[in-house]
Each structure stands twice: as structure tokens, then as C-alpha cells.
């Protein structure tokens, strides 16, 4: 048995998926417990971390012990002690960042989304097939706790034939004018990649098709609730893209269900996201963390509205979260990002199989992609897988 190093050069080190997941959550813990085993050897990350800002990134480098770091990309991807490029920074440099590193013969895996169309998708991983390099697409929210546990719920048959399905995700996110804005100037441009449907509904797209099968089609309308926003420097500017969605999915089962996103509306559930299933044999409701569930046989006979005989009754009360109870496996917590690197890392160096290949992002900008032309179509769009 060997320890080998793998160098990893990590464009965008200093933003905070890169810092507080990839870094903090993943890479920092495998290279602390000594490395991550594949076969007979052990296999450390060797970081380098790129970016443009010299002191943000020494900073990053001294908080974690990482002895290199540079802001020269061309020079990095040059470097052939590290064959892995890794990017977490702006969207809309992505792709171009990504047929460099190919170029340069490296190995990728990327945040999302993996290309602004498909079709762009599709030649960057033509391209890195041709080379045979291995490629990913970091596909996390799959492996959140309560996310795990749907799941689990889903292996074991819990639900019987599933007949439809929610996912409801958001918050308010000021406009600057009111309030200073929780999210980047970006998120709401088009020049910049920005949007809705590319921002989450790539998410979306792994963790329901993770979980319950294909998508056949999907019918959506997206719309712009906020038209008017002040950036990072004090400058107004009119939103070109969507901050609000609904989407309709059919499924390859037969289930149907609903995807309800939103930058635009105030929480009042479990979670910021929460997504339920229902089925012949009972539902189940998750957030992030946690998961609840209702069996067929605990279901309540509920024969409709209760609204009273008059004002004396109208305080009448049913907490039908009661008849739900919390599901846990006790399965045990792993930081979702890790998850990526510990099959992206046996990909590269042993050439194990890893599900979250380039394919798979392309099929996450897909559903991003069919639920814009949807809304622009007013109609139904097909969902069959790319080829």
C-alpha cells in the first residue's frame, strides 16, 4: 500500500462555496485523516489554490495550511505536478475557464452550472472525452441529510406507487434599495449568467431525478418580481432575468408534481427548501436536515373543511402536524460537497465509476433550459435524455 499525492488546482478559492465547502467541509478533513483510501493506496490532495486577489487568498492558504497558492492561471494550469482543475468562481467565465484547463490536459470537475446551454455542455465534454480526461459536475444537495433520507424512504418502497410530488424552495432577498441584498448583482443579470432557473433548478433536476426517476416534461412560468435592484457600488439597474418560478414535471413513472422557487417570497415552513412526496403507501416530508413521514395506516380521516357552526366556534383547531412522525436512520452526517470529491477522487485514479459526470450536469442545464422555453412557449417541453 502507497500514499500518493493527487494536485488539485481550485480556481475560485477565496469565494465561499470554495472556502467554507469544497475547502473547510471536504478537502481540509480528507487530508487531515491522512488521506482517502482507493484500493490499495491512500490517496492526499495536494491543493493549490488560484484566484485574483493575493491577500484573500493568503489568507485562505494560512487558515487551512496550504502552502501554495497563485494568481496566475495560465502558469497553474501549466504546472503538471496538478492534473485536477477544479472551479467554483463567476458563472459566466465557466465555460471558458474549463476548455483551458482541457487544453491544458487536465482533469475537471466544476461547480454549476457545467455551461450556460446544453449544447455548450456537449462540446466541452466531447472535447474532454476526446483527450481522455475524467470530468464532473458537483452535484451536493443529493446528499443533504434530509435529502439522504427521501432517499432511503424511496429504496425501502416506503411510499408504494408515488402519485405526485413537491419542492418548494426560497427566501426574500432585499433589492439594495430597501435593504442591502443578501446575494450578488450577478444573480440577477443576464451578461452574468444570472437567474433562477440556471441558478437552482440544476439542483433540482439531480435531486428529484436522484430520487424518483426520469422527467419527461415540464410546463413552466417564470417571472421577474423584482424589476428594479441597486448593485454592490450603489447603481440601479432593471433585472433582465426571472426571480420567481413554478414548474409542472411529468415523470417516466407516471407520478406528477410541481417545483415552486422563489427569490421573492418570506418563509414560513420547515426549512428554506422543503420537498414531499406522497404515495399509495404514505408521504414524506423533508428539509435539509430532517425528514418526517406519514404511513397509510396513520393517515387521518379528514372529511373536509372545519369551519364552524358560527363566530363562537371559528377558534376551532386541528394540528395536523400531529399525525406526522420524524423519520432517522441515524445515518451519519457527512458535509454533502465531500461526498463529490470522495467519488470524483477513486474517478481520476483508479477510474471507478462516478455518476456525476459532465453528462450529468449537462442533464441539470437541460431542465434549466427546457423550463425557460417552456415560460417563453407558454407550453409543454420534452425532457428525453440528451445524447
Same mark, same amino acid.
Given at each position: 500500500?502507497?500514499?500518493?499525492?493527487?494536485?488539485?488546482?481550485?480556481?475560485?478559492?477565496?469565494?465561499?462555496?470554495?472556502?467554507?465547502?469544497?475547502?473547510?467541509?471536504?478537502?481540509?478533513?480528507?487530508?487531515?485523516?491522512?488521506?482517502?483510501?482507493?484500493?490499495?493506496?491512500?490517496?492526499?490532495?495536494?491543493?493549490?489554490?488560484?484566484?485574483?486577489?493575493?491577500?484573500?487568498?493568503?489568507?485562505?492558504?494560512?487558515?487551512?495550511?496550504?502552502?501554495?497558492?497563485?494568481?496566475?492561471?495560465?502558469?497553474?494550469?501549466?504546472?503538471?505536478?496538478?492534473?485536477?482543475?477544479?472551479?467554483?468562481?463567476?458563472?459566466?467565465?465557466?465555460?471558458?475557464?474549463?476548455?483551458?484547463?482541457?487544453?491544458?490536459?487536465?482533469?475537471?470537475?466544476?461547480?454549476?452550472?457545467?455551461?450556460?446551454?446544453?449544447?455548450?455542455?456537449?462540446?466541452?465534454?466531447?472535447?474532454?472525452?476526446?483527450?481522455?480526461?475524467?470530468?464532473?459536475?458537483?452535484?451536493?444537495?443529493?446528499?443533504?441529510?434530509?435529502?439522504?433520507?427521501?432517499?432511503?424512504?424511496?429504496?425501502?418502497?416506503?411510499?408504494?406507487?408515488?402519485?405526485?410530488?413537491?419542492?418548494?424552495?426560497?427566501?426574500?432577498?432585499?433589492?439594495?434599495?430597501?435593504?442591502?441584498?443578501?446575494?450578488?448583482?450577478?444573480?440577477?443579470?443576464?451578461?452574468?449568467?444570472?437567474?433562477?432557473?440556471?441558478?437552482?433548478?440544476?439542483?433540482?433536476?439531480?435531486?428529484?431525478?436522484?430520487?424518483?426517476?426520469?422527467?419527461?416534461?415540464?410546463?413552466?412560468?417564470?417571472?421577474?418580481?423584482?424589476?428594479?435592484?441597486? =448593485?454592490?457600488?450603489?447603481?440601479?439597474?432593471?433585472?433582465?432575468?426571472?426571480?420567481?418560478?413554478?414548474?409542472?414535471?411529468?415523470? =417516466?413513472?407516471?407520478?406528477?408534481?410541481?417545483?415552486?422557487?422563489?427569490?421573492?417570497?418570506?418563509?414560513?415552513?420547515?426549512?428554506?427548501?422543503?420537498?414531499?412526496?406522497?404515495?399509495?403507501?404514505?408521504?414524506?416530508?423533508?428539509?435539509?436536515?430532517?425528514?418526517?413521514?406519514?404511513?397509510?395506516?396513520?393517515?387521518?380521516?379528514?372529511?373536509?373543511?372545519?369551519?364552524?357552526?358560527?363566530?363562537?366556534?371559528?377558534?376551532?383547531?386541528?394540528?395536523?402536524?400531529?399525525?406526522?412522525?420524524?423519520?432517522?436512520?441515524?445515518?451519519?452526517?457527512?458535509?454533502?460537497?465531500?461526498?463529490?470529491?470522495?467519488?470524483?477522487?477513486?474517478?481520476?485514479?483508479?477510474?471507478?465509476?462516478?455518476?456525476?459526470?459532465?453528462?450529468?450536469?449537462?442533464?441539470?442545464?437541460?431542465?434549466?433550459?427546457?423550463?425557460?422555453?417552456?415560460?417563453?412557449?407558454?407550453?409543454?417541453?420534452?425532457?428525453?435524455?440528451?445524447?
Amino acid at each position: 500500500m502507497a500514499t500518493k499525492q493527487l494536485g488539485i488546482i481550485l480556481n475560485g478559492a477565496t469565494g465561499r462555496i470554495c472556502r467554507t465547502q469544497h475547502i473547510r467541509g471536504s478537502l481540509a478533513p480528507i487530508i487531515a485523516e491522512g488521506g482517502l483510501k482507493v484500493g490499495e493506496d491512500t490517496i492526499v490532495p495536494r491543493l493549490l489554490l488560484a484566484g485574483r486577489n493575493e491577500d484573500r487568498l493568503a489568507e485562505v492558504a494560512k487558515e487551512f495550511g496550504i502552502e501554495n497558492w497563485t494568481t496566475d492561471l495560465d502558469a497553474a494550469l501549466a504546472d503538471p505536478d496538478y492534473p485536477v482543475f477544479f472551479d467554483a468562481a463567476a458563472t459566466h467565465l465557466r465555460l471558458d475557464l474549463l476548455h483551458r484547463a482541457v487544453d491544458a490536459g487536465k482533469h475537471i470537475y466544476t461547480e454549476k452550472p457545467i455551461a450556460p446551454s446544453v449544447e455548450d455542455g456537449l462540446a466541452l465534454m466531447r472535447r474532454a472525452d476526446e483527450k481522455g480526461l475524467k470530468h464532473g459536475a458537483v452535484e451536493d444537495k443529493l446528499f443533504l441529510p434530509g435529502f439522504r433520507k427521501l432517499a432511503k424512504l424511496m429504496d425501502d418502497g416506503f411510499f408504494g406507487r408515488v402519485v405526485s410530488f413537491k419542492l418548494q424552495f426560497g427566501w426574500w432577498v432585499f433589492d439594495g434599495i430597501e435593504a442591502e441584498s443578501q446575494r450578488p448583482s450577478w444573480n440577477y443579470k443576464k451578461s452574468g449568467g444570472g437567474g433562477l432557473l440556471s441558478d437552482m433548478h440544476p439542483h433540482w433536476r439531480y435531486v428529484i431525478e436522484g430520487i424518483l426517476g426520469p422527467i419527461t416534461q415540464v410546463a413552466c412560468a417564470a417571472w421577474t418580481a423584482q424589476p428594479e435592484r441597486i =448593485d454592490e457600488d450603489g447603481n440601479r439597474y432593471n433585472v433582465d432575468v426571472e426571480d420567481a418560478t413554478t414548474t409542472i414535471l411529468d415523470m =417516466d413513472s407516471g407520478a406528477r408534481g410541481t417545483i415552486v422557487s422563489s427569490w421573492a417570497t418570506r418563509v414560513r415552513a420547515d426549512d428554506l427548501v422543503t420537498f414531499q412526496i406522497d404515495g399509495t403507501g404514505g408521504s414524506a416530508v423533508a428539509g435539509l436536515r430532517r425528514c418526517h413521514v406519514q404511513s397509510a395506516a396513520d393517515t387521518p380521516r379528514i372529511e373536509g373543511f372545519n369551519m364552524g357552526a358560527g363566530p363562537e366556534t371559528m377558534d376551532f383547531r386541528v394540528d395536523y402536524d400531529d399525525h406526522w412522525t420524524e423519520f432517522d436512520d441515524s445515518l451519519a452526517y457527512k458535509n454533502p460537497y465531500r461526498f463529490g470529491w470522495e467519488g470524483f477522487i477513486p474517478h481520476v485514479v483508479a477510474d471507478a465509476p462516478f455518476a456525476h459526470t459532465l453528462a450529468a450536469g449537462i442533464r441539470d442545464v437541460q431542465l434549466a433550459e427546457a423550463c425557460l422555453r417552456a415560460s417563453d412557449s407558454r407550453s409543454w417541453v420534452d425532457m428525453a435524455p440528451v445524447t
